[in-house]
């Protein structure tokens, strides 16, 4: 699934929230592995290449999968978290995020659902704040879809949108997202069951645990309709910012150059040498507050019959301009 990525300076609380831990061991070669291109582009970035906010959703990444851990290189684009020639790592079995800056000698242990949102917990301290509500996820089943690079897919509608607030010193923003995709998801891309498992969590947690209704609706998308890779994708999103007005866009995903093979165990780990700081129970422990913060938000706003953004309209009312 496509989501909006939260990038935040991460190496300004390190310090505070880690603790150093020795490196993945490097083992054989592993079998039944897969490799794949991603490509992530966005219109509102070609119309407008000055346009900063949208030329960050437009990326390309280099995947590889195998034995339930992930390495993503992203070979064009935004690097937040790792800096230049930095990929990510991202594992099952214990589920974590690892980021790599070979250019620093540096690894951050993050989350394993950093990726899907999780790091917005870290806005939540005595001069940022940050507050969710609202938040929305439905899905379609459109049945068998078109056969991709030799895949078999099933076709998807994913509709979901949220409401944010930041507050820093005295300044205040509020902002309403809303997105529709269209995907085109293939099972049988990915090798074994623990890699696709590895691989919907990392995207996948934008919905939080103060949720639980939507939670479940999540899981059950991701054990049946959502379970596969997205090979083809197209999402069309509507933000509304209090200040500044309201912004579409169209973004699409699409996977090629898929391979499948033996990969070198070595590609999933890094140098034994590099400094390795641990943010998991950190921002684990941050997130459950930030939660509990949003769970009495949105109820004090169910309270005051305040309305939730509805993405019933299908796409020519999430695309039609005012």
Known sequence: MSRRLAFLPLAA???????AIPAFPSNAP???????????SSARAAANPNDNAAKARVMTNLVRMSGGVVRMDVTEG??????????????????????????????????????????????????IKMKTSNESFDYEDLGAGETIQGYKTRHVRVTSGQTI???VLLSRSKSTSESVMDAYLAPDVV??????????KAFASGLRSSNPELMSKMDKFAAGA???ITLKATTYSKVTEEKKGTTYDTLLTQVTDIKKGPIDASLFTYPSDYTVTDMTAGLEATQ??????????AADSAKKGDDKPSLKKGLKGLLKKP
């Open 288 to 297: 459950v507050a930030a939660d509990s913060a949003n769970k009495a938000a």
């Open 226 to 228: 959502g379970r596969g």
């Open 165 to 167: 607030e930041m507050r």
């Open 78 to 127: 935004v690097t937040p978290f790792t800096g230049p020639g930095g990929y990510l790592i991202l594992r099952d079995e214990p589920p974590r995020l690892e980021a790599v800056n070979p250019e620093k000698k540096q690894v951050m242990i993050m989350p394993a659902g950093a990726l899907g949102g999780a790091l917005g917990a870290l806005t939540n301290n005595p001069l």
């Open 191 to 200: 090798p074994d069951d623990a890699t696709l498992r590895t691989w919907i």
């Open 30 to 40: 592993v079998a039944n592995g897969v490799t794949f291109t991603q490509h992530i």
């Open 13 to 19: 609380v390190a310090a505070a929230l880690g603790a």
